[in-house]
């Protein structure tokens, strides 16, 4: 025998067989569950006639599993703070004792007040969305709110379940809460997350600490290369001085004394005529001679040798000259440079390769103050950027190249860019040109240094170096140093240990 039936929720007429009473039934249109009564009499559910409204006690709900508060035969158990609040106004219905215990009110008090006021200001607004979520939806699980606690005054974090309870035409009779003290937890957690922020803190500095140190591997290494660099100019500087300074007199005293034989002899050519009448065949054999030993082009082009060699020399002592001065071997390790005559320098070793590569090198060298700074540093900066750019020049694989190096001052700061028209960098690894041991050689032709040494030096004199490059047109650094070197100040100085 079957019976006909609303839906608690969607209100439209099923048909439930009488053996179905006490169980749960799901409706076919909405998909929604609720409980049969325990008797089910085809009277009783007939449609047409009034029926009496629900106690509040005796509404469905989506979920039965909880009993409600003070419903006989289904008291909760001892501690479960549950409630049931009004729907819109969220006023307290009924508490459990648990909850009046915590709350530290009466039920007859708690009816005149909002669920609401009990709350921290900032959870209200939450509380309000939570529960217009729970009238629509029908539950909603684990939200947690802060509710001040009766014994201690303090705020507790409760978290909270709610089920919206229906009328039989599908209205919202009440809702049911039941709350949970999370407090511990929700510490525990607090907890867990400061610890976790202090470990991030501490691999952050560890992070720091290990990028100083590969700073100071690299400054290391630095300072090594600039040693066995000092080393090889002082070595070499020695070793061609010496025989440099015996072949130099050696060929001023050559030219010289060429000149008076060359004299001599014009004196004897003078008295050809007169040796020839005298001596005919000694004249004949010294004619001879002087056709194979070509007397006139010895006496035009043995002075011009002896003048080319001694010029040759002077090159070499320049070369000297500009190795010393590139190292910086008899100054100390702070002094004051001309930067146009330190480029100049550092062009001056790449001589050679600047001829084989066909290199143009466009000089626009500004009025400049002398810089305060670390002499053979600074020069092994811009070393190290014509060098870079000479390779890109080679890389692009073209016959000729441009080296453009301008200089400016602005204010109390020297401003130096060096471009070149060679290959160019890629944009995906242009902010990785400065990290240490990163570079695009072939493996025995770079450590990855280079640049990021260039970078330490200029940090280190209180300047800054910025690039800028297009793929296969060419590549531009600039570099500003400060024309004298910031000190700190003395209060601000670290303290002995």
């Known amino acids: 025998m079957h019976v006909t039936i609303q839906c608690v929720h969607c209100g439209k007429p099923l048909k439930a067989p009488v053996e179905m009473a006490g169980r749960a039934v799901r409706c076919a249109n909405c998909s929604g569950q609720f409980i049969l009564p325990e008797s089910l009499a085809p009277a009783s559910f007939d449609t047409r006639s009034a029926t009496p409204p629900p106690r509040r006690d005796e509404t469905l ?149 290990n990028q100083k140190l590969k700073e100071a591997q690299s400054q290391l290494v630095h300072s090594e290369k600039l040693a066995s660099l000092g080393t090889l100019a002082a070595g070499m500087a020695h070793e061609i001085n010496n025989p440099l300074a015996f072949a130099s007199n050696n060929v001023a005293v050559m030219e010289r004394e060429i000149g008076s034989l060359l004299a001599l002899l014009g004196r004897y050519q003078e008295g050809w005529e007169a040796l020839h009448g005298v001596a005919p065949e000694l004249a004949d054999d010294i004619a001879q001679f002087q056709d194979q030993l070509d007397l006139p082009y010895v006496q035009q082009n043995l002075v011009g040798i002896a003048q080319s060699t001694r010029k040759g020399l002077k090159r070499v002592a320049q070369i000297v000259q500009n190795l010393r001065g590139f190292a910086q071997l008899d100054r100390a390790e702070l002094g004051e440079i001309d930067v146009n005559e330190s480029i100049d320098q550092s062009l001056s070793m790449l001589g050679d390769l600047l001829t084989r590569l066909q290199v143009d090198v466009i000089r626009d060298y500004g009025e400049l103050p002398l810089l305060e700074c670390a002499p053979a540093h600074i020069n092994q900066v811009f070393l190290n950027l014509l060098m870079n750019g000479m390779q890109a020049i080679e890389a692009a694989g073209r016959v000729s190249g441009k080296l453009e190096i301008v200089t400016r001052r602005d204010g109390n700061d020297i401003t130096v860019k060096i471009s070149d028209d060679g290959c160019g960098i890629p944009e995906e690894i242009l902010s990785k040109i400065f990290d240490p041991f990163f570079t695009t050689k072939p493996v025995g032709r770079g450590t990855g240094l280079g640049l990021s040494l260039t970078h330490g030096i200029i940090a280190e004199h209180g300047g800054r170096i910025e690039v800028d490059s297009t793929i296969g047109a060419g590549t531009r650094f600039q570099i500003v140093l400060p024309s004298r070197r910031v000190r700190q100040p003395a209060a601000q100085q670290p303290r002995p240990a």
Request: aromatic share 6%; glycine share 6%; proline share 3%.
């Open 61 to 209: 709900s989506r979920s039965m599993l909880i009993p409600s508060p003070g419903q006989q035969g289904a008291s909760p158990a001892p501690g479960v703070m549950i409630c049931r609040l009004e729907p819109g106004t969220l006023r307290w219905l009924d508490v459990s004792e648990a909850l009046r215990d915590f709350l530290g009110s009466s039920v007859e008090a708690l009816r005149g007040q909002s669920f609401l006021e009990r709350l921290h200001h900032d959870d209200r607004a939450l509380a309000e969305d939570e529960f217009r979520q729970a009238a629509e939806l029908g539950e909603r699980h684990d939200f947690v709110l802060r509710v001040e606690g009766h014994s201690d005054e303090a705020w507790h974090y409760m978290r909270v379940h709610t089920q919206a309870r229906y009328e039989r035409d599908g209205r919202v009779n009440h809702f049911r809460c039941n709350l949970k003290d999370v407090t511990d937890r929700v510490r525990a957690e607090q907890e867990l997350r400061r610890r976790t922020e202090q470990l991030t803190a501490a691999n952050e500095r560890l992070r720091q600490a």
